[in-house]
């Protein structure tokens, strides 16, 4: 069996390993355009922040060791084209400049995404970043070292966490969103308040519900970013401001979403037979509303480049969806979330929905210590179906979101949850342990 990979950070990594383990004779070629495989970007604010010093601690897999496992490793090779029809890729070796095509039984598509950048005025001049990969990861490191005033565009995760880090590097930040509040799709206002205050509190400059108009720039580089309601002084801008799906390459050869998110079954098929796709260049099934979303996370990535590899030759091994679990620390901080936001279900049409959250110290009193978490649950009002979940406590108390969304994938209801059974033990808990009672608490209502 032949096997051709197209792009190797998570999912590719996953399949390979994975197809290399199940089938050791498939004659397996990995084309990435990159020199490197498997960087993990969530630590591209903690390299920043100098939390973790060593860049090459990001890396979990190595060419090498995909060599070591026989696998054809074609490094900066970009994929310029693929004929699905025909079963052919047509490559170009990036330091030889050579062209070539290359062919496959089964194909595995793991092309990922990339920084969307809208088009601003002046936003071709020098340090103007993005924040996706290792060599931006180092960009924007050898840029920060100059700067003294620092505007990050986009309040989602990425961007927060590289707010905090340049707020621990001393520079003057700022953090632009066009939205009224940080982190907005994924917290509700309880929670993006907590975080809001902390970088307030620090002298974070939060220009909420301002949009970029355009960049100005001195001697070729950024000075000042313009928004619709003021300016803001600039010697280094990162845009976090999303991402798309990186399928160009096969539009109109597979069945994609609007936004070029790759269709693919619970078995990681797409519209083709022999053609496999997996992370974030696909769909996700979302299991809060039963439908497919983009939710691109590495969480997702390799769980479904593993699961191409065991569905490569016969479909084996389900995808059990997602509840797009997440977590962050802003500074002492520590948040997770799952499922859907109150604001966020409340905008979905035909939903009722309904929350609780209470505030409770996650230990009995009596011990020498305790800390105050406070806990949403997200629940439909006519089902009592539970839909989501987010907790914000000084101790990390994160884990509970992670049990919260194998309640959601499993369609459990608040009455249930308030009465599930969860251990006590005065170290760690209270008799309720805070699941059981923020569903309790939703009993009634
Ligand atoms: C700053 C940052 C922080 C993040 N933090 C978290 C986190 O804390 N938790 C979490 O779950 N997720 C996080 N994510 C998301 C996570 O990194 C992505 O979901 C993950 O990288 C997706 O992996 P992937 O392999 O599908 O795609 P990608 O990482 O996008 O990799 C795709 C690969 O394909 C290669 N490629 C593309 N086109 C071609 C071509 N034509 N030819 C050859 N090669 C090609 C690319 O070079 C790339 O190496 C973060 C992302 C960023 C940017």
């Keep these: 069996m032949k096997v051709v990979v197209i792009g190797c950070t998570h999912a ?3 399949a390979i390993v994975n ?8 004659e397996v070629t990995v084309y990435e355009r990159n020199n490197n495989i498997s960087f993990l970007s969530c630590g591209i604010a903690l390299n920043v922040s100098g939390v973790v010093p060593d860049a090459q601690s990001l890396f979990y897999s190595s060419p090498q060791a995909l060599a070591d496992l026989g696998v054809n490793t074609k490094m900066e090779h970009d994929v310029l084209s693929v004929d699905i029809k025909n079963k052919t890729v047509t490559v170009k070796d990036l330091n030889s400049g050579a062209e070539f095509d290359d062919t496959y039984d089964k194909l595995i598509v793991t092309l990922g995404s990339w920084p969307i950048v809208p088009k601003f005025e002046g936003g071709d001049l020098g340090n103007i970043t993005l924040s996706k990969n290792y060599y931006h990861s180092q960009e924007i490191i050898e840029k920060a070292k100059d700067a003294t005033n620092v505007v990050v565009i986009g309040a989602g995760y990425i961007g927060v966490e590289l707010a905090e880090a340049f707020e621990m590097l001393g520079k003057n930040t ?11 799709k994924y917290l509700d206002k309880a929670y993006t308040d907590v975080a809001e205050k902390a970088f307030s509190d620090r002298g974070v400059k939060l220009a909420l519900g301002e949009k970029v108009v355009r960049f100005e720039g001195e001697d070729g580089n950024v000075a000042k970013v313009v928004t619709d309601k003021g300016e803001h002084q600039a010697d280094l801008v990162v845009l976090c401001i999303g991402f798309a799906p990186n399928t160009g390459l096969l539009k109109g050869q597979l069945d994609m979403l609007p936004n070029g998110a790759i269709v693919i079954d619970e078995y990681m098929q797409t519209s083709e037979p022999d053609v496999f796709a997996a992370g974030d260049c696909c769909v ?18 390799v769980r479904m480049g593993t699961l191409v590899a065991r569905n490569l030759v016969k479909p ?6 997602t509840q797009s679990t997440s977590g962050i620390k802003i500074y002492e901080h520590n948040i997770a979330a799952t499922g859907l936001t109150e604001e966020g279900a409340n905008r979905i049409e035909g ?6 959250t209470i505030t409770e110290n996650d230990r009995p009193e009596f011990m ?17 179906r539970v ?3 987010q907790i914000v406590s000084d101790k990390d108390l994160t884990q509970y979101m992670n049990t919260l969304s194998v309640v959601i994938q499993n369609e459990m209801t608040v009455e249930e949850l308030a009465m599930v059974d969860f251990f006590f033990q005065p170290h760690f808990n209270k008799p309720w342990s805070l699941l059981n009672a923020v569903a309790l608490a939703a009993l009634d209502k």
């Excluded at 084996?316 to 969806?321: I, R, S």
């Design 316 to 321: 084996t091994l389900k995808y059990l969806g």
């Design 19 to 26: 197809v290399k383990q199940l089938y050791s004779d498939a």
């Design 174 to 184: 700022v953090l632009i969103d066009a939205e009224p509040r940080i982190m907005n």
């Design 284 to 301: 996700v099934s979302y299991n809060p509303t039963s439908e497919k979303r983009y939710v691109p996370l590495a969480t997702n990535a």
């Design 368 to 384: 020498p210590t305790y800390e105050a978490a406070t806990i949403t649950l997200v629940y439909d009002k006519t089902t009592r």
């Design 12 to 14: 590719g990594t996953a």
């Design 387 to 389: 839909l989501g979940g």
């Design 351 to 356: 939903l009722d929905v309904a929350s609780v």
